[in-house]
Structure formats: C-alpha cells, structure tokens
C-alpha cells in the first residue's frame, strides 16, 4: 500500500494534477477564507432578491419572485412573510403551525454561497435564523435538510454550523437512535459523539442590528463570515452533497432579511 502511494506520488500525470489543484482558484482549500468580493468576481449570480414589493397574501407563493414556503398553508389566515420596507420580514407561527416557518428558494450549486443581510428585531422571545441548503430529492434525510448556520440571537448569542445530511436528519441515524432508545432508554455515547462531530458551535454577540451574511459551501467545508469577519468553518461530508437545490430560511420567532444573493461556483 504504502509502495503504492509513492508510486503515485512520482507518477508525472498526478504531479501535474496535484500542481493544478493546489494552483485552482476553486479547489485550493488551504486558501483563506473566501470573501463576498471573491464570489462578486469569480462566481454566477444564480438568483437575486432586494424585496422591494408587497407580499399579496398569506399564501405558500405570495412573497413572489419564485418563494416558497414549506409551512404558510398549515395557517393560511397569518401572514408569517411580510413584505414591508423592502425587507422580508419573517414572523413564524410557531404555535400555531405546530412548526418554524420555513422559506426556500430555488438554489441549485454544489460549491457556491448565499449573501444577505439579517437582523433578529428584538420583538419577540426565540429569535433565531436559520439559513441553508436542501434537496428534496435526496431520500437519506428527513425533508432534505443538507445543512445550515443556525444564528441565535439573545445573550450572549451564538451560531451553529451544522451537517444534517449526515447528522440529525439523516433516516438510517434517526432510526438506529431510536430503536437504542427504545432498547435502552438512552441515546448511546457513540451516536452523541457522532451527532456532535456534525456540528460546531461559534461564539457569536447577538444584538438587534443588520448584519452582512455569507455562508459558503466548497467541498465537504462550510464557512461563516459575518460583516466581512470570518467566524469558523465546519469540514464535514455531508456539505458535499452535489445540489444544493434550495435555500432555505427557517424561524421560530422574528427575522428580517434583504439583499439576498445565491452564487455558484459549479
Ligand atoms: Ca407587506
Ligand atoms: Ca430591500
């Protein structure tokens, strides 16, 4: 085996493709962190969104411009995404949905970015964004939740990033959990371990001002910067899904969004 390696490793061909990969302006993943200039320069814009319009009702469509939502119909008397300012603002009938509300748009990359700027208003108790990708047709996990920042407001605040592919929504996970639970009366140590290797906690000062975004996936790497400020990255396999085919916001309180930008780089 390890003969191989070297073997390989002196092969001209792979020299030369480890040269390109290492010199790739995509791939190089020991470069810095990617900016949102980067993307402005190197990635497609694949889908805008500046709110500037009335929502026309309470429905799953009524935000318009191709919005959707998983959760509007479950009480179609509350208007849960209102359109006010030029801002989305999302006020999630958690109650009486009996779920966070939750908004998604065509996305549709495997490595790219979403750009937007957020603030938690302070208007109410559990505010909370949560901005990510999923893919319906993927049949592993519940709902296709591939991934997400979880961005907790209060004090002191903080932000999650975290792999539901391969973590707490994944079906064969969730199954093998709760047959242990119903065996055993506990999660055992090990699926505790592996679900907490599928996440990272980052330390993050809430308040109730505009912040600038980006959430980044390249490879199996998703990355956080907030007001041009990188804040941490989580490797994990999950995030290398190949489509990214929505973004997803979800709330269980109040947020307010705008500017939304979704950039692929392939
Ligand atoms: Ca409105
Ligand atoms: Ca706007």
């Given at each position: ?26 791939l190089d993943a020991t470069a810095a962190p990617k900016d949102a200039a980067w993307y ?6 694949i889908f805008e969104d500046t709110f500037d319009r009335e929502e026309t009702g309470t ?180 995030f290398a899904h190949p489509v990214k085919r929505w973004l997803s916001f979800g709330a ?15």
């Amino acid at each position: 085996m390890t003969q191989n390696r070297i073997k390989f490793r002196r092969h001209p061909a792979l020299l030369l493709l480890s040269t390109a990969l290492l010199t790739s302006p995509i791939l190089d993943a020991t470069a810095a962190p990617k900016d949102a200039a980067w993307y402005r320069e190197k990635a497609t814009l694949i889908f805008e969104d500046t709110f500037d319009r009335e929502e026309t009702g309470t429905g799953a469509k009524d935000i318009g411009n191709n919005w959707n939502s998983a959760t509007a119909n479950r009480v179609p008397h509350i208007k849960q995404a209102d359109l006010d300012e030029g801002i989305l603002k999302i006020a999630s009938a958690t109650k009486e949905a009996g779920h966070g509300a939750h908004i998604h748009h065509d996305a549709g990359f495997q490595d790219g970015a979403v750009t937007l700027r957020f603030k938690l208003p302070g208007l109410n108790p559990g505010e909370r964004f949560q901005v990510g990708f999923v893919d319906r047709e993927c049949k592993t996990v519940h709902a296709g939740h591939l991934g997400y920042a979880f961005i907790v407001g209060g004090k002191p605040g903080s932000i999650t990033l975290k792999d539901s592919k391969s973590g707490a929504m994944n079906l064969e996970l969730t199954k093998r959990k709760e047959e242990a639970v119903k065996a055993t009366g506990k999660v055992p140590e090990e699926i505790q371990a592996l679900l907490k290797s599928k996440e990272t906690v980052l330390p993050w000062k809430a308040d109730n001002e505009w912040h600038d975004l980006l959430l980044a996936v390249e490879g199996d790497v998703m990355q956080i910067s907030v007001d041009g400020t990188p804040l941490g990255e989580l490797k994990s396999e999950g995030f290398a899904h190949p489509v990214k085919r929505w973004l997803s916001f979800g709330a269980l309180s109040t947020v307010w969004v705008d500017d939304v930008k979704v950039w692929k780089v392939q």
